[in-house]
């Protein structure tokens, strides 16, 4: 999930810094330290949006920069368990597909794909379902389940555990896909009734020709 977040820091403004509009200087080195890092309490930090209130600078001596406590506006992506998200797949592998989710990628496992037993193609690349025609390739637009969450310092060392194993996930055509095979089947158990009472029917009408 995103949110808009604000926070109260120190930052350390070196003497190639002060020249300028100290809130400029402040943007700048605040993009520079946060953007791209992931801290607990606020998930990833996606951009810094905006400097607010900023307190008097302090020097310390031996050190010729100046410190400024300041208010951090920025943007925030915390993904949380069980919490439903859409995404785009990025690669499809033997083990699983890749999706991208706002600013970090998750796994898909093979056996949370979907319900049904399915093909890896590596030709495609990606998963084809043996009973149900799904499709699975690079590029689909997918809403998957979150399942598992380990956030460590920074987004390439970070994982995420999703699943489409459950009513309404994955791809919006799945549903489509899943309407015209139960109207097959559905189709072919109407036929299959069909000749059955005419077999009864043929079966009573003779019986009553022999009791004649």
Not at 96 to 111: D, Q, T
Not at 135 to 164: C, F, Q, Y
């Amino acid at each position: 999930m995103f949110y808009k977040t604000k926070i109260i820091d120190k930052v350390r403004v070196p003497p190639k810094k002060l020249g300028t509009k100290i809130k400029d200087s402040l943007l700048d080195i605040c993009r520079e330290d946060y953007e791209g890092r992931i801290k607990d309490e606020y998930g990833v930090i996606i951009a810094i949006t905006g400097i607010g209130e900023v307190g008097v600078g302090h020097v310390i001596p031996g050190d010729g920069a100046a410190y400024y406590e300041a208010e951090i506006e920025m943007l925030t992506y915390k993904p949380h368990v069980q919490e439903i998200t859409r995404g785009t797949i990025t690669e499809a592998t033997e083990f699983g597909a890749f999706v991208r989710i706002g600013p970090i990628e998750g796994l898909i496992h093979v056996s949370q794909i979907m319900d049904d037993y399915i093909n890896y193609d590596a030709k495609l690349p990606g998963f084809l379902g043996k009973k149900t025609d799904r499709k699975l390739i690079p590029e689909d637009n997918v809403l998957a389940r979150i399942v598992t969450i380990s956030l460590k310092g920074d987004t390439s060392s970070s994982k995420i555990g999703l699943t489409m194993r459950q009513p309404f996930l994955g791809k919006s055509d799945w549903a489509k896909v899943d309407e015209k095979g139960d109207k097959k089947e559905a189709k072919g158990k109407g036929k299959k009734g069909a000749d059955k009472e005419e077999k009864a029917e043929k079966k009573e009408s003779k019986a009553k020709e022999d009791k004649k």
